[in-house]
């Protein structure tokens, strides 16, 4: 017993740090399946409703993984909050999305992600269409949408020996990140070549044809396909966000680049030119001053503030102990850590700070009704 205790002991010792890539797609010779996804409004809801979203991106990443896991495909890496996902099957992978989109619908999430989502969508619908009682919202909505794009072809396999895991390259790549981009909370587009793949049919879904698209950074248009769960069906989209796609830097979808004010996190730099772009912060755009909550000044006076604590506890403890500590909180509120020193040290502080300040803004500025309350703002 003592040996096979001691046997069962050093094999898990063994595997200390390895990656699982039995499910990975090694052959460059082969097509695969390429996944893309990511969470719509993502800045909007970690900078009104922080400690809510960081319960809600655990929740995410937990579901997207279990169903990594059942339907045998290969999580490639996450860049913020947006999942990279592979496997050989295409109906494996579509499954998986359809599936995604189910169990999100399904789940109980903290209602105050609704009522972000729903003002947002008020303020848009109210300049074209009627805004969906909520009778008709909760037929069709509840919690975080994810937007996923599908590509099939073939792209280039390569074994990293610092993460001990696989990424690809190649237009496969680009053309699922592209797709992904241009396609709305809770929609999932597919290429003409991943639909193909599929026999052109899916069982338990609805295609609705969106036409020719021209994609950035593509060579020719791509004919894409809205692919939806029968009992989904029912929900609308406007138009593929192709205006997005073309602008990265839009007010709204900022979240793309590397600013701390905006809540980004780099990952369509990453996507396309694995490289990081390190921006200054730009408080006029942040959500807070937006809605009139607080001036960029006063939002520039709590964000130095905020550095300024974080910096004097941390900026100067032992270098084991600050590293431990940065990337426990830049996991827990969705911060890129890239290193404790110089400015890298500088952009995680930056990326913590305008988590928390949402909570030093209402605290300050504390408003006369109880919406805050309401929605369950963590006060520090």
Request: with cysteine.
């Amino acid at each position: 017993v003592v040996l096979i205790a001691a046997a069962v002991g050093f094999y898990f010792w063994s595997q200390r740090g390895k990656r699982d890539n039995s499910a990975a797609p090694k052959d460059s010779a082969k097509p695969i399946a390429v996944m893309f996804t990511d969470i719509q409004s993502s800045t909007t809801l970690w900078a009104t409703i922080p400690a809510e979203m960081a319960d809600a991106l655990h929740a995410h990443h937990t579901e997207i993984r279990v169903l990594i896991k059942k339907y045998k495909c290969y999580e490639v890496k996450t860049i913020g909050d947006a999942f990279m996902i592979v496997s050989e099957s295409p109906e494996r992978m579509l499954r998986l999305a359809q599936d995604l989109q189910q169990r999100f619908f399904a789940r109980d999430w903290d209602p105050a992600i609704d009522r972000v989502y729903r003002e947002k969508e008020e303020e848009e619908d109210s300049k074209a269409h009627r805004p969906l009682s909520d009778a008709e919202y909760r037929r069709v909505w509840n919690g975080l949408r994810v937007r996923c794009g599908l590509h099939y072809g073939k792209g280039e396999a390569q074994y990293d020996a610092v993460t001990k895991g696989y990424d690809y390259y190649g237009t496969v790549v680009n053309a699922a990140a592209r797709i992904e981009s241009v396609c709305h909370g809770g929609q999932v587009g597919v290429s003409e070549a991943f639909w193909e793949a599929v026999g052109g049919s899916f069982a338990g879904t609805t295609v609705v044809d969106l036409g020719d698209n021209e994609l950035r950074g593509l060579n020719g248009p791509l004919r894409l396909y809205q692919v939806s769960p029968q009992e989904l069906s029912n929900r609308q989209f406007p138009p593929l966000r192709l205006d997005k796609a073309e602008e990265v830097e839009d007010e709204e979808e900022d979240e793309d680049a590397d600013d701390p004010v905006s809540g980004g996190t780099g990952r369509r730099s990453t996507v396309y030119s694995h490289v990081s772009t390190v921006r200054q912060p730009q408080f006029h755009r942040h959500p807070l001053v937006r809605s009139g909550q607080v001036t960029a000044v006063e939002l520039r006076q709590n964000y130095e503030a905020c550095t300024t604590v974080i910096n004097t506890l941390l900026g100067s403890s032992p270098p084991t102990f600050r590293e431990s500590t940065f990337k426990f909180l830049g996991k827990r509120f969705n911060v890129p850590y890239r290193g404790a020193t110089g400015a890298q040290l500088k952009q995680v502080i930056g990326g913590l700070s305008m988590r928390v300040l949402p909570a030093m803004v209402r605290q300050r500025n504390p408003r006369p009704d109880t919406a805050d309350a309401e929605r369950g703002v963590e006060v520090l």
